[in-house]
């Protein structure tokens, strides 16, 4: 259950941007904006749930009637409407904008909702003026409180020990979906509510493509195995990468794991309040830029993560954002040689008082595995 007082902050808050963007209505559908204003969440459907934050005044559930409960055990919000499965729930939607947008004037909708939902407001409001909800809810999400900020810090933990648990094993003739399922169940053990997202391990060549997931391909002496996952706890997420080499590593892989890890030392040392998050790509990139590998270093320095594995701030040239306190995100700089192997090292870090506190503890030292 989400405390009263704190949703009670978080919706006054959300409502004060409203008034500055002159916004009538807010409407969310089950995401993590929803989570994050209400407490409830569950996976989104076809049955119509959504949460309305008027400019002024109390949140609004309306859910099919098999969520009351549900929505009760999780949120502090009072007002549910609910609907039957035999009812046509567009008539209580008529009736609960009637009363909430009565003006028809800007409407913020959450960006993930579905088109059928946002049609659906579309038609019964046909004056209003729709934006993406993004606007008022990133600025909220992205500076972290101390209790989200413990939960996260027990995620990554979590998953710091993970990797410890996992990089004892013998890798040599494992595939890589079997180091998968070792680091997901090493993971629950520790009280995990679940992955983050899809465990990533990627060996040989696959770990020159950023993205790779997991697949058959058995580990083999000499290889790069580039570990990627995380976990959740009350619904925050870890993120971690690391690098690892089976058995013995030639000295290109020694001399690139190398490059990486100043890239990505140099950029948690950039890290203060008031600096802009692409000076913080610019600290990484011009590392691996200099040892002349900057073309091979194809994706951002990082991404803002809480109730998201990717939410904002965005650690990438033209984010002129400037850093605030509590705002927390991954360093994840990297160098990719196709058809050979790549390497990449990611830690979450929190921007405090006087610069950046990892909540990931695990070696930069390169792991040989068996
Ligand atoms: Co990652
Ligand atoms: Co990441």
């Given at each position: 259950?989400?405390?009263?007082?704190?949703?009670?902050?978080?919706?006054?808050?959300?409502?004060?941007?409203?008034?500055?963007?002159?916004?009538?209505?807010?409407?969310?559908?089950?995401?993590?904006?929803?989570?994050?204003?209400?407490?409830?969440?569950?996976?989104?459907?076809?049955?119509?749930?959504?949460?309305?934050?008027?400019?002024?005044?109390?949140?609004?559930?309306?859910?099919?009637?098999?969520?009351?409960?549900?929505?009760?055990?999780?949120?502090?919000?009072?007002?549910?409407?609910?609907?039957?499965?035999?009812?046509?729930?567009?008539?209580?939607?008529?009736?609960?904008?009637?009363?909430?947008?009565?003006?028809?004037?800007?409407?913020?909708?959450?960006?993930?909702?579905?088109?059928?939902?946002?049609?659906?407001?579309?038609?019964?409001?046909?004056?209003?003026?729709?934006?993406?909800?993004?606007?008022?809810?990133?600025?909220?999400?992205?500076?972290?409180?101390?209790?989200?900020?413990?939960?996260?810090?027990?995620?990554?933990?979590?998953?710091?020990?993970a990797?410890?648990?996992?990089?004892?094993?013998?890798?040599?003739?494992?595939?890589?979906?079997?180091?998968a399922a070792a680091l997901e169940q090493a993971m629950r053990?520790?009280?995990?509510?679940?992955v983050?997202?899809?465990t990533?391990?990627?060996?040989?060549?696959?770990?020159?493509?950023?993205?790779?997931?997991?697949?058959?391909?058995?580990?083999?002496?000499?290889?790069?195995?580039?570990?990627?996952f995380?976990c959740?706890?009350?619904?925050?997420?870890?993120?971690?990468?690391?690098?690892?080499?089976?058995?013995?590593?030639?000295?290109?892989?020694?001399?690139?794991?190398?490059?990486?890890?100043?890239?990505?030392?140099?950029?948690?040392?950039?890290?203060?309040?008031?600096?802009?998050?692409?000076?913080?790509?610019?600290?990484?990139?011009?590392?691996?830029?200099?040892?002349?590998?900057?073309?091979?270093?194809?994706?951002?320095?990082?991404?803002?993560?809480?109730?998201?594995?990717?939410?904002?701030?965005?650690?990438?040239?033209?984010?002129?954002?400037?850093?605030?306190?509590?705002?927390?995100?991954?360093?994840?700089?990297?160098?990719?040689?196709?058809?050979?192997?790549?390497?990449?090292?990611?830690?979450?870090?929190?921007?405090?008082?006087?610069?950046?506190?990892?909540?990931?503890?695990?070696?930069?030292?390169?792991?040989?595995?068996?």
């Open positions: 259950m989400l405390a009263a007082g704190i949703c009670k902050h978080r919706v006054a808050k959300v409502q004060r941007s409203m008034k500055a963007c002159n916004s009538e209505l807010l409407v969310l559908f089950p995401s993590a904006n929803m989570l994050y204003l209400s407490g409830f969440y569950d996976e989104p459907s076809e049955r119509l749930l959504l949460l309305f934050v008027p400019q002024e005044g109390e949140p609004i559930f309306l859910a099919p009637a098999l969520y009351a409960d549900q929505i009760r055990q999780s949120s502090p919000v009072q007002d549910i409407r609910v609907w039957k499965d035999s009812d046509e729930p567009t008539v209580l939607l008529r009736r609960v904008l009637a009363e909430l947008a009565p003006n028809e004037a800007g409407v913020l909708v959450d960006d993930t909702m579905w088109s059928m939902f946002l049609l659906m407001l579309e038609t019964a409001l046909p004056q209003a003026d729709f934006s993406p909800a993004s606007q008022v809810m990133v600025p909220l999400r992205m500076q972290k409180s101390p209790d989200e900020l413990s939960h996260m810090r027990k995620a990554s933990s979590i998953a710091d020990e990797f410890e648990e996992v990089s004892r094993m013998n890798f040599t003739g494992l595939t890589e979906l079997q180091v053990q520790r009280g995990a509510e679940g983050a997202f899809e990533l391990v990627a060996s040989g060549p696959n770990s020159a493509m950023p993205h790779y997931r997991a697949g058959q391909r058995r580990i083999e002496p000499g290889d790069v195995v580039i570990l990627d995380g959740r706890v009350q619904g925050y997420c870890s993120d971690i990468t690391r690098t690892v080499v089976c058995q013995k590593p030639s000295k290109e892989i020694e001399a690139v794991y190398g490059i990486v890890r100043q890239a990505q030392e140099r950029a948690s040392q950039a890290i203060r309040p008031g600096v802009a998050a692409e000076e913080i790509d610019r600290a990484a990139r011009s590392c691996i830029t200099q040892a002349g590998y900057g073309e091979r270093f194809i994706h951002r320095t990082g991404h803002g993560i809480g109730l998201e594995v990717h939410e904002g701030p965005y650690i990438n040239e033209g984010n002129a954002l400037q850093l605030q306190q509590g705002m927390t995100f991954s360093l994840e700089p990297g160098i990719y040689l196709p058809g050979k192997f790549g390497v990449r090292i990611e830690d979450i870090v929190t921007v405090g008082e006087k610069g950046a506190a990892s909540l990931n503890h695990c070696t930069h030292e390169l792991q040989v595995v068996e």
